[in-house]
Nanobody, 130 residues
Framework: QVQLVESGGGSVQAGGSLRLSCAAS????????MGWFRQAPGKEREGVAA????????YYVDSVKGRFTLSQDNAKKTLYLQMNSLKPEDTAIYYC???????????????????????WGRGTQVTVSS
């Protein structure tokens, strides 16, 4: 059973920073893609960033490029999302997900369309005030 546990959400003012963490179970890490999605009120869930846990380049959507950074701690089987220069439009529930794919962008797009194909955490709220 794949398990993902997120932490690190909260409330910050615009321009501030937060770091989200996603701890993965034994069967997840090193064999799947992992990434972050977010869902704002009244909007569809969108993929934000993803990476193959065994290595390779990360993919970021344009709206977060240069502000968000993925990193991994392989020993802790944990994926991090460092979010800097936060904007009010970043306000959303952020979900960690794991699954298969051919590339990080494919993983994000596939799970946007078919969320049942992936494994999901419960989500953590990020609120950015102006």
């Amino acid at each position: 059973q794949v398990q993902l546990v997120e932490s690190g959400g909260g409330s910050v003012q615009a321009g501030g920073s937060l770091r989200l963490s996603c701890a993965a179970s034994e069967y997840t890490y090193g064999s799947l893609f992992m990434g972050w999605f977010r869902q704002a009120p009244g909007k569809e869930r969108e993929g934000v960033a993803a990476i193959y846990t065994s290595g390779g380049s990360a993919y970021y959507v344009d709206s977060v490029k240069g502000r968000f950074t993925l990193s991994q701690d392989n020993a802790k089987k944990t994926l991090y999302l460092q979010m800097n220069s936060l904007k009010p439009e970043d306000t959303a529930i952020y979900y960690c997900a794991a699954g298969v794919g051919d590339a990080p962008i494919d993983f994000l797009r596939d799970l946007e369309i078919r969320p049942d194909l992936g494994y999901w955490g419960r989500g953590t709220q990020v609120t950015v005030s102006s």
